[in-house]
């Protein structure tokens, strides 16, 4: 299965690296810009995923995830600001190589927002 949806919305997702043009080598070496089958621009930004937890509970341990884009984000997305993907998927992967077997989940969006702000705490009062 590729290509699975993926609702990331319990999940807080912060950019660890901004975005950037997807490169890869060429048969000459030198690094050429990844594109679509129509001949868009990929691009890519690592973020790190931490589960939301309510007020006074711990959030297990978060992970970093790279994740290509479809379309170019813009200049706003630095380190450390929240953002949403828009119209994420995962798809999993196994790459057998020389004996060894490596396996993963391989994310993708059409692109990312910036977060809504975070809810405001409740009163210590309220119940």
Wanted: hydrophobic content about 35%.
């Amino acid at each position: 299965m590729r290509d699975i949806p993926v609702n990331l919305g319990g999940y807080k997702l912060t950019v660890v690296e901004p975005p950037a043009p997807k490169m890869r080598e060429d048969a000459n070496g030198a690094l050429v810009p990844v594109t679509d089958r129509d001949g868009a621009t990929q691009f890519t930004v690592s973020l790190f995923a931490k589960l939301r937890v309510k007020p006074g509970e711990r959030a297990p341990k978060g992970e970093e995830i790279k994740v290509t884009l479809g379309t170019d984000p813009g200049p706003d997305f630095g380190e450390d600001v929240r953002v949403e993907l828009l119209d994420a998927r995962v798809s999993p992967y196994q790459i057998e190589s020389t004996g060894r077997v490596n396996a993963g989940l391989s994310w993708r969006a059409m692109g990312i927002k910036h977060a809504g702000p975070a809810p405001a705490p409740r009163p210590s009062g309220d119940k």
